[in-house]
């Protein structure tokens, strides 16, 4: 699905395009060579390739997958991902750890209970906070946004039609939701902390990993996101049980 002349979603459960357990999952066309953001839970690899193919692109010219954090819904596709397009995986080097080993902080278990069967990842590529990658003729820089996982990254690029724009996984939702904020590896203060240094980005667009991505008034939206994980009036449970 076309988001911008840049951007498509081409997998997520939210709006039915690829399988459930499946985070938003977007291709960016880099003009030869493609870019994707995150590879869903592993149940909608096909249809996500599929989806690729009637936007018009070959799935084969997808050189790089940027995987923002370790959870199973953003990992569990990337190895068959990786073995079908023969793409190259890499994710920040604090989460690496965690994706080869499918440790506690992927929430396996939550995984299985919805029935999603995948196996690790290998991993092609490390990256470092302020790192910048080039796939065709766009450069992406790596931004080390910590909170949601220990070693979350969000993405930044500018589109063909010059607008800022940032891939934020899930450390940055849309319209004030803040998501899942209890796992493993979970750390407020640093979650605070990163949804600032967004804001500092003056993204135009914001496209998270789940539920709706923002086309305009990025940077206003972030900072509802802000207001809201810093009201008195904001009750957040950081333990259970
Ligand atoms: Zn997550
Ligand atoms: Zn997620």
Not at 33 to 56: C, F, H, P, S, T
Not at 129 to 146: K, R
Not at 167 to 179: E, M, Q, V
Not at 189 to 210: F, M, Q, T, V
Request: aromatic share 6%.
């Amino acid at each position: 699905m076309k988001l911008t002349d840049s951007v498509y979603l081409v997998g997520g459960s939210a709006y039915g395009l690829s399988a459930m357990g499946d985070c938003n999952v977007y291709l960016v066309n880099c003009g030869d060579e493609l870019a994707l953001i995150d590879a869903g839970g592993g149940m909608g690899v096909k249809r996500i390739l599929e989806n690729i193919k009637q936007d018009g692109f070959d799935p084969k010219k997808i050189k790089l997958a940027f995987l923002t954090h370790c959870h199973f819904d953003h990992i569990g596709g990337a190895q068959e991902l990786k073995q079908l397009t023969k793409c190259n995986l890499a994710a920040h080097k604090r989460e690496a750890p965690s994706i080869v080993n499918l440790d506690e902080n992927v929430l396996v278990e939550m995984a299985r209970d919805r029935g999603l069967k995948f196996s690790a990842p290998k991993l092609d590529g490390m990256l470092e906070d302020q790192d910048h990658i080039h796939v065709g003729n766009v450069s992406f820089d790596v931004l080390h946004t910590p909170g949601h996982t220990p070693g979350c990254i969000s993405i930044k690029m500018v589109e063909k039609d010059g607008k800022t724009s940032i891939f934020s996984g899930d450390i940055a939702l849309t319209t004030g939701r803040l998501g899942f904020i209890n796992g493993p590896g979970f750390d407020l203060s640093e979650w605070k902390r990163s949804i600032k240094r967004l804001i500092a980005e003056k993204p135009d667009r914001l496209y998270p990993g789940h539920n709706t991505f923002m086309l305009s008034g990025a940077t206003d939206d972030l900072k509802l996101t802000d207001a809201k994980m810093n009201a008195p009036w904001t009750t957040i449970v950081t333990s259970v049980g």
